[in-house]
């Protein structure tokens, strides 16, 4: 069959943006100073999608233990509080989240996620549990909320280095959300843990571009204007989606 050689070419699709750590910054402060997002709408909204990503990475008819535990370990600053958020939602898609959050944020946005958790009668733990009981213990996945883009890779302190020296050691799955512990958002690296499920938020950090796992993007909800001046070539997002797989 031939095809009439005045048909236009189809337009290249342009691939999706992998920003860097200054980049991310300067979007998440546009959409807080200029188009008006609060800071705990935003954190809900990535939190809420990280949910539904790990919901769909991890059905609840493929956790092969007998309750479908999950421990979410959240550290101090932002992405530990997208990790709260996200074990509320979780909790209600009847996952049976367990939370250690060994430093509290002294910030009152992040108390108030602590506290709807605490109403949603998730358990806090005190200590990490160890290799063995992470593995015997029956949690059936371990959620990395940790340490996220702000965080300095070279500058992990206790008692988190020590978290992230047992994450390293275990066999269930890890999904972090963002940025997988001890990362540098601008690079891949070799010093952090690596999971098996990368959850990106708005839009993939640099250091995900060589992730070898299954990787997701969560959070459609970036105003076009934002996408267009940052070039984030987004993926179409199927349907009424608030994920994607990349």
Request: include cysteine; glycine fraction near 4%.
């Amino acid at each position: 069959m031939n095809h009439s050689s005045n048909e236009p070419e189809p337009e290249p699709i342009e691939p999706v943006r992998y920003l860097s750590k200054a980049d991310a910054a300067a979007i998440e402060t546009e959409l807080l100073r200029d188009y008006r997002f609060g800071q705990q709408q935003l954190i809900e909204i990535w939190g809420h999608a990280c949910a539904i990503a790990i919901a769909k990475a991890f059905p609840l008819s493929s956790l092969s233990k007998k309750q479908p535990t999950v421990l979410v370990v959240c550290g101090p600053e932002q992405n530990g509080s997208i990790g709260l958020v996200c074990a509320r939602h979780l909790r209600i898609f009847e996952y049976e989240p367990t939370i250690f959050y060994p430093k509290r944020s002294p910030h009152s946005l992040h108390q108030d996620f602590t506290v709807q958790c605490e109403k949603m009668d998730i358990p806090f733990l005190s200590y990490l549990p160890t290799e063995v009981q992470l593995i015997n213990d029956a949690y059936n996945l371990v959620i990395d909320a940790i340490l996220g883009p702000e965080t300095d890779h070279m500058d992990v302190r206790e008692p988190y280095a020590g978290i992230l020296v047992t994450l390293k050691q275990i066999k269930i799955p890890i999904a972090s959300l963002d940025v997988p512990s001890g990362w540098d958002a601008d690079e891949a690296s070799t010093d952090g843990i690596n999971p098996d499920v990368l959850i990106s938020l708005t839009a993939p950090k640099k250091c995900a571009a060589s992730f070898p796992g299954k990787h997701f993007l969560a959070g459609r909800f970036l105003p076009y204007d934002i996408q267009k001046k940052y070039e984030l070539n987004l993926p179409e997002y199927p349907g009424t989606d608030c994920f994607i797989e990349l």
